[in-house]
């Protein structure tokens, strides 16, 4: 597993996302980016939680590990190995 997609899982489980739940994120999260031009983490934070995620606190580090995932394109389906992957780290 590339280090940034496996950076990134480890953090969004560390963060309490259940690895059925992460695509889904993922992809709410890529829709708000879309949806908001300047990025603004508190924006984008609000939109997240409005689609759901009450639990989860969008931050920098976060937010720019999704970003550099996309413009790497290893944000794809993630799999149940890959969680378990990251548990067993």
């Given at each position: 597993m590339e280090l940034l997609k496996r950076t990134l899982l480890k953090r969004l489980i560390n963060k309490g996302i259940e690895g059925k739940s992460i695509t889904a994120f993922i992809?709410?999260?890529?829709n708000s980016?879309?949806?908001?031009?300047e990025n603004d983490i508190k924006r984008l934070d609000g939109k997240i939680k409005s689609l759901?995620?009450?639990n989860f606190e969008l931050d920098e580090y976060?937010?720019?590990?999704?970003i550099a995932n996309l413009e790497t394109k290893t944000i794809g389906?993630?799999?149940?190995?890959?969680?378990?992957q990251i548990l067993a780290l």
């Open positions: 992809r709410d999260v890529t980016i879309s949806d908001n031009k759901g995620w009450d976060t937010f720019q590990l999704v389906r993630y799999h149940r190995q890959d969680y378990w």
